[in-house]
């Protein structure tokens, strides 16, 4: 299931793209800041390609934003500058907690490892990834490696999509772990 799916099962239109590229740090600066928005949108969709989104969509979804008060747009040496307000981060904050791994009527006895080393330049990315990682509901086994027992890695993916450390990220399925007795507890294995 890719992406498009993923948002389509959530109920992620246009105007909620915009607030989780927002929240995931993406900086919109253009001097057509609607341009812009498409261009980070379609990259959250991976790839999409510009011309399949439409501007008046695209226009109308930052005026409802706007209006809603969960972004501002501010000119700055002559281009807009898009940004969340308080309120757009923490209504994004929840849209991304529902966002969750949907726990299926039989655990399949499989482990779900998440490992990255994400380069030192990159730590505040890095901690934003461990934060999400723990708000989809994943053990934190050392720093950088985190396990679940079920099925994540499309929400995985999407998260380190949207933070731009992909290449950094694996994904690792075993069918053991050691300390399991404890995972299983934590899970309610």
């Known amino acids: 299931m890719g992406n498009r799916e993923i948002w389509k099962k959530t109920g992620i239109g246009v105007s ?8 995931a740090g993406a900086v919109v600066i253009a001097p057509w800041g609607v341009a812009s928005a498409i261009q ?26 706007r209006r809603k008060k969960l972004i501002e747009i501010q000119e700055q040496y ?6 969340l307000t308080k309120l757009g981060w923490l209504k994004t904050r929840k ?13 399949d006895r499989k482990w779900r490892i ?4 994400i380069p030192n ?11 999400q990682l723990r708000n989809l509901g994943l ?3 050392q720093k950088s490696i985190w396990v679940h027992p079920y099925e994540c890695r499309e929400q995985i993916y999407y998260l380190a999509g949207n933070l731009f450390i992909k290449p ?8 053991e772990v050691t300390g399991e007795r404890d995972l299983r507890s934590r899970f309610g294995l």
Do not use: C, H
């Open 40 to 65: 980070v949108v379609s990259e959250l969709f991976e790839g999409k390609e510009m011309e399949d989104f439409d501007q008046e969509q695209m226009k109308r979804a930052l005026k409802y934003l």
């Open 139 to 141: 053990a934190n086994l």
């Open 16 to 23: 909620k793209a915009i607030l989780i590229a927002l929240f």
């Open 121 to 131: 330049t990159k730590k505040n990315t890095a901690d934003v990834f461990r934060r």
């Open 78 to 83: 002559q281009k807009e500058v898009f940004g």
């Open 95 to 107: 849209l991304l907690k529902s966002f969750g791994i949907s726990r299926p009527k039989k655990w």
């Open 168 to 175: 950094y990220v694996r994904y690792i399925v075993a069918e």
């Open 114 to 117: 998440v490992i990255f080393d």
